[in-house]
């Protein structure tokens, strides 16, 4: 039995997602206490309570403390199976992590696999589906994997709502990956998402992301959706390379200017294109665990996030590999190596 303190490092929900993933991987169960002790509201939410009820479906899991606002959960899982998977958070809670905790687990099931995932899209503190499909779901087919990524319809916070589909084939083992440089610039565009809100809100972030980035015409992509997916904002820039996609995203909320949503936005697509790194802070945390079940791999961020810094502590718990975090003044390596 693994123990693990969800206080951890920044001690969040990253801590339970990626031992969930490892332990149906590697068929070894672990403990772990103060669940999300670093949030203003500690213990398992509906999108943690999701991500744990679908991991124990797809590996058979015996569980206990799998209920709301629970501090402690004991997860011990037996074999992973194939089939079509529908999980319901039934709130703005994210579809994207919980599509995440067992995406990787169903590489080694029995057989091919279809998961539904309803609740959020699109909502702060998680990826939006769109970050999955251009920026992370490239890097694991080059790795050996196929998966697709569908969104059915984009669900936003608070409503919540949308929907995600994911077909996963199994995938014996992963190829290590090196991802020292991006490459030469391929392409570059930003899009403002509007869904039950007025157009001019997306007009006026675009107009920003124009100035500050200093696009134009194409570059700028106004995406009106039903107004029954919203009410929702979004704000993406996705900048293609020859070697990754970054994508970067903010959201509109009340009482906040939609210039002020671009500027942070488009802030940290500038210290990225700055930084001459292979990947941005948030595709870094995420490439940490494919990379320790591929056996080994690298690559270059613009910035190792105390998030990646207690996310290769997880994996160090359950796997035997090395990971070593090299800060760098414009941008750091990661390093993962095999260690038996």
């Known amino acids: 039995m693994i123990e693990l303190d969800g206080a951890l490092g920044e001690g969040g929900g990253q801590i339970l997602r990626s031992a969930l993933t490892l332990s149906m991987i590697t068929g070894q169960a672990f403990c772990i206490n103060n669940i999300r002790a670093g949030r203003k509201k500690p213990g398992l939410l509906r999108q943690h309570l999701v991500a744990v009820q679908a991991a124990a479906q797809i590996s058979g899991a015996t569980v206990s403390g799998a209920e709301l606002g629970s501090l402690k959960l004991v997860f011990a899982p037996k074999e992973i199976k194939g089939g079509d998977y529908q999980f319901a958070i ?51 087919r080059r790795m050996g994997a196929e998966i697709d990524i569908e969104l059915l319809r984009s669900g936003f916070y608070p409503a919540g709502g949308g929907c995600i589909v994911a077909t996963i084939a199994p995938c014996a083992q992963l190829k290590p990956l090196t991802l020292m440089e991006r490459g030469q610039r391929t392409g570059g565009y930003a899009e403002g998402i509007v869904a039950g809100l007025p157009a001019g809100i997306a007009l006026r972030e675009l107009e920003c992301v124009g100035l500050g980035m200093g696009w134009s015409g194409d570059e700028l992509r106004m995406r009106g959706l039903p107004g029954d997916q919203g009410p929702g904002n979004a704000l993406l820039i996705t900048l293609e390379y020859e070697h990754a996609t970054e994508v970067f995203c903010a959201f509109g909320e009340k009482m906040v200017r939609a210039e002020i949503v671009a500027r942070e936005v488009v802030n940290e697509a500038r210290r990225y294109i700055a930084s001459q790194a292979a990947v941005g802070e948030h595709l870094a945390d995420q490439l940490m665990l494919p990379m320790a079940l591929a056996g080994g791999g690298s690559f270059t961020a613009d910035v190792i996030s105390q998030h990646a810094s207690t996310n290769a502590e997880v994996i160090g718990r359950f796997l035997p590999v090395s990971i070593d975090l090299e800060e760098g003044e414009q941008r750091s390596t990661c390093t993962v190596r095999a260690t038996a």
Do not use: E, K, W
Request: hydrophobic fraction near 45%.
């Open 90 to 140: 039934g709130s703005a809670g994210s579809c994207t992590l919980v599509l995440q905790t067992v995406m990787l687990a169903l590489l080694h099931a029995d057989g091919p696999s279809t998961v539904r995932i309803s609740g959020g899209t699109h909502n702060p503190m998680a990826p939006p589906a769109q970050f999955l499909q251009r920026a992370y779901l490239p890097l694991l």
